[in-house]
C-alpha cells in the first residue's frame, strides 16, 4: 500500500521576513471531528501494567556491581511449563564473556522463592550462596579478562504473582474457556521467572527460548519456531530461536490451548517478498472471528511502519502476537502478549518493534524513547490508515489529558528510578502521551514531513541492535535536520509544564497587528517556551489562511500584511502545539459600548454569546443573503445557541441589547 507522507498541504506557503517574525502562510484545511468517545487513556503496555498494591511492597533497585563484570551473549531457557499455574521447572544456560581483569564470583538474579537445584560453570558444579534476590557463584579459579564461559542453572518452584507487572501470571479467560499462562518481566521482573541479569546495557546476541508443555497446548515466543517435538507422557516441546540481539525483558513466553492463525505483509522494502505475522489465539468457538479483523490489521501498521521508520529489523524471522489474560500487550520482541486487538493497542506495540526492541532505552530514566515513540506509531497508524476524523479525536483528547495537570516532564530523574515507583517510569500522561506529542511538535518545528521521518530512519540506522539515550536522539535530529533543538528539549523534555497564551488583535491598513502574551503553568521551572505557534485567519469571504509566528519572549508584538478582512482568529486548531489559550480578543470588541462576544467562532455545535454589561434581549441568526433563520428570546447575560443543525457557511448573528443590534459574522463548521 502507498501512503502520503505529507499530512498537510503548503502549496500557499511564503516566508515573509520582518521585524520578530518568522511568518509561513499555509492553505491547510481545518480538520473537523465529532467529539467521539476516546478509548481508555491507559490501555498500552505500561499504560495498564501498575499495580500499585504489588509495588509497594518492593524495594529501590540495589543490583550488585558484580552483574556488571561480564557480558552475555547467549541464553537458553529450556522449561517445563502449564497453562494452569506458575510453577516451572528446567534448567537456563548463560554463555558470557568476562569484561574485567578476571572473574572470581558469578553474580545473576533470580528470586528467592525459586529453588536452585544446582549450578555448574563450564561444565563443573559450583556451590553458591543467595542474598535479596540474586545469587553468587564462588569460582575457585578466576576466569580471565575476554574468556568465554558458560554458567547452567537448574531450578524449580513457585514464583510470586499478581498484577500486571507479575513475571509470570496465569489465568482462567471465562469468556473463552481457556487457561493461559504468560510472562511479562519489564521493567525489574524477569528474575520472578528465570535466572537473569535485569541490565539494559546488556543484551544477549541471541536467544533459544524451548518449552515442554502438555501436548493439548501451544507455546508462543520469540523468533522462530524451529520444531515440535512429541515427548512421552503426552507431553510436547516448542523450540524457539533467534539470531537477533535482545533486552532480557522482551524474553517471553505464553502457553494455552491455541489456534494457529497466520497473515503476511508485504512491505516494500522487501521487494516482492513476504512477511510471516504468526498468532496464537483461543483455540475456542468464534475467538478467531470475534479477532480476526484486529490481527488483519497488522499487516497495514507493518507496511506503513517499514515505509516510515525503515525495514522492519526482525525481517528475518517473524512478527506475531499471542493473546493471554493481561489487560494491555507487551512488546516482547517479534511475538508481542496482549489481551486484546484493538486497534490503537495493536499499532502501539508492533511500533515498539523499532522503538523499544530494535533501539532500546539505554536507562529507565529515557523510557520515552520505547513508550512515546511506540505511541507516537499508534497515532501514525490513526493519520494514514485509519483517516479521519480519529486524528483529531486523538490530537484533541491527548492534549486534554495531558494539560490536565500543570507539571510533570517527560525525563524520569535516577532517583525515581526504583522499584517501588513503577508508575513513574510508565506514566501515561508523561512518558507515553506528552513523549507522542512532543514528537509531532518536532514534526511542526522541522515543516517538512520527509525531513522528520529521515530522523526517525536516521535513529535506527544508527542505534540498530542496540541503546539509545534522550541525548542520543538528540544528536541524530540536529544532524539530520541541521537545526539545533536543544533548548527545545530543555524545556519540553527535562523541564515540566506547558505555555499559555493571551491574544489580543486588531488589523488596520492592510496589516495584523497580534500581540501574544506568553505565561507557563510552571513559571517557576520553565519561566518560557521558544517555539513557533500556529494562527488560523478566518476571513469574511469565507476563506482562510494559517500563519506561523516565532514566540522569542514572553510578550510579543508581530505586524504581518492581511489584505483581507479577518472575521477571526484560532490559535493552533489542529493541535500541532501543546498548550492553553486563556483569550484572543479582537481590539474592536474590546472597544465595543457594550463589551459583547461570540464564541467560539468557527463554532462546531455551540455558540456562547456573552455581554458584559447589560442582558440580552434577543439574538437572530441569519444566512450570508440576510434571510432569518432563527430567533431567540434571552434575558440573559450569556446565552448558549446550538447551531450543530446549521449547514457549513458563513451566518450572521444580531444581538439586542437594550436598544441596540449588533451584528457579527461566524462561521459554521
Not at 515442554?212 to 507422557?233: D, R, Y
Request: net charge negative.
Amino acid at each position: 500500500m502507498n501512503f502520503n507522507i505529507l499530512a498537510y498541504s503548503q502549496n500557499d506557503s511564503t516566508l515573509i521576513k520582518a521585524q520578530n517574525l518568522i511568518l509561513f502562510l499555509l492553505s491547510i484545511n481545518f480538520l473537523s471531528a465529532q467529539d467521539y468517545f476516546f478509548p481508555d487513556i491507559d490501555r498500552y503496555c505500561g499504560r495498564s501494567k501498575f499495580t500499585k498494591e504489588i509495588l509497594l511492597s518492593g524495594m529501590d533497585i540495589d543490583q550488585s556491581s558484580l552483574l556488571h563484570n561480564y557480558d552475555v551473549k547467549f541464553y537458553f531457557l529450556d522449561l517445563k511449563v502449564e497453562n494452569n499455574t506458575v510453577e516451572l521447572s528446567g534448567k537456563v544456560t548463560i554463555n558470557a564473556q568476562v569484561t574485567e581483569s578476571e572473574l572470581d564470583t558469578f553474580a545473576f538474579e533470580l528470586v528467592d522463592e525459586l529453588i536452585v537445584d544446582s549450578i555448574l560453570i563450564n561444565g563443573w558444579q559450583k556451590s553458591f550462596q543467595r542474598s535479596n534476590d540474586e545469587v553468587f557463584v564462588m569460582l575457585e579459579n578466576s576466569i580471565a579478562q575476554e574468556e568465554n564461559f558458560t554458567c547452567q542453572v537448574y531450578y524449580h518452584g513457585t514464583p510470586p504473582t499478581g498484577g500486571f507487572f507479575s513475571g509470570i501470571s496465569t489465568e482462567y479467560d471465562s469468556a473463552w474457556n481457556k487457561h493461559v499462562t504468560w510472562t511479562l518481566s519489564e521493567p525489574f521482573n524477569a528474575r520472578q521467572w528465570w535466572p537473569t541479569k535485569q541490565v539494559l546495557t546488556d543484551k544477549a546476541d541471541s536467544v533459544w527460548i524451548f518449552i515442554t508443555t502438555s501436548a493439548e497446548n501451544k507455546a508462543g515466543s520469540i523468533g522462530l519456531l524451529t520444531n515440535v517435538v512429541s515427548l512421552p507422557n503426552n507431553k510436547a516441546r516448542f523450540e524457539w530461536k533467534s539470531r537477533y540481539p535482545i533486552a532480557y525483558y522482551l524474553i517471553s513466553f505464553a502457553v494455552a490451548e491455541y489456534q494457529e492463525y497466520n497473515i503476511y505483509a508485504k512491505p516494500a522494502d522487501l521487494y516482492g517478498d513476504s512477511l510471516l505475522i504468526q498468532n496464537y489465539i483461543y483455540d475456542s468457538p468464534g475467538c478467531l472471528s470475534y479477532y480476526k479483523q484486529g490481527i488483519d490489521n497488522t499487516v497495514g501498521f507493518l507496511e506503513l511502519f517499514s515505509e516510515l521508520f525503515s525495514q522492519y529489523p526482525f525481517h528475518e524471522e517473524k512478527y506475531g502476537h499471542c493473546l493471554a489474560g493481561l489487560s494491555g500487550g507487551m512488546e516482547h520482541q517479534t511475538m508481542t502478549t496482549l489481551g486484546r486487538f484493538d486497534f490503537s493497542l495493536v499499532a502501539h506495540e508492533l511500533g515498539h518493534m523499532w522503538f523499544g526492541d530494535n533501539v532500546t532505552c539505554s536507562n529507565w530514566s529515557d523510557i520515552w524513547i520505547n513508550e512515546g515513540f511506540a505511541t507516537y506509531a499508534d497515532y501514525l497508524a490513526t493519520e494514514k490508515i485509519a483517516g479521519d476524523p480519529w486524528p483529531g479525536i486523538w490530537r484533541k483528547n491527548v492534549h486534554n489529558f495531558i494539560l490536565s495537570k500543570p507539571g510533570g516532564s517527560i525525563y524520569v530523574p535516577e532517583e525515581e528510578v526504583t522499584y517501588d515507583n513503577v508508575e513513574r517510569i510508565f506514566d501515561s500522561r508523561l512518558t507515553y502521551w506528552k513523549g507522542a506529542v512532543i514528537l509531532h511538535m518536532i514534526r511542526f518545528e522541522l515543516q517538512n514531513d520527509v525531513l522528520f521521518f529521515d530522523v526517525l530512519k536516521n535513529f535506527q540506522d544508527k542505534f540498530s541492535d542496540s541503546l539509545a539515550s534522550t541525548p542520543d536522539f538528540i544528536g541524530v535530529l540536529n544532524e539530520t535536520s541541521v537545526k539545533d533543538f536543544n533548548e527545545f528539549f530543555n524545556q519540553w523534555y527535562y523541564c515540566e509544564g506547558y505555555p499559555i497564551y493571551s491574544i489580543n488583535y486588531k488589523q488596520a491598513d492592510g496589516f495584523l497587528e497580534l500581540e501574544s502574551v506568553q505565561t507557563t503553568s510552571m513559571p517557576e521551572i520553565t519561566p518560557f517556551y521558544s517555539m513557533n505557534m500556529p494562527y488560523k485567519l478566518f476571513f469574511n469571504d469565507g476563506t482562510d489562511s494559517t500563519i506561523i509566528l516565532f514566540q522569542e519572549s514572553n510578550t510579543m508584538t508581530y505586524s504581518v500584511p492581511i489584505e483581507k478582512i479577518i472575521d477571526s482568529i484560532q490559535v493552533d486548531p489542529d493541535k500541532w502545539v501543546l498548550k492553553k489559550v486563556e483569550s484572543i480578543i479582537g481590539i474592536a470588541e474590546n472597544e465595543s459600548k457594550y463589551q459583547f462576544s461570540i464564541s467560539p467562532n468557527p463554532v462546531k455545535d455551540k455558540l456562547v454569546v456573552q455581554s458584559f454589561s447589560e442582558m440580552i434581549s434577543k439574538i437572530t441568526i441569519s444566512d450570508i443573503c440576510g434571510n432569518k433563520i432563527e430567533e431567540y428570546t434571552s434575558m440573559q447575560p450569556i446565552s448558549t445557541i446550538n447551531v450543530s443543525g446549521l449547514s457549513s457557511g458563513v451566518f450572521f448573528i444580531t444581538i439586542e441589547i437594550g436598544e441596540a443590534n449588533f451584528t457579527q459574522k461566524f462561521i459554521k463548521l
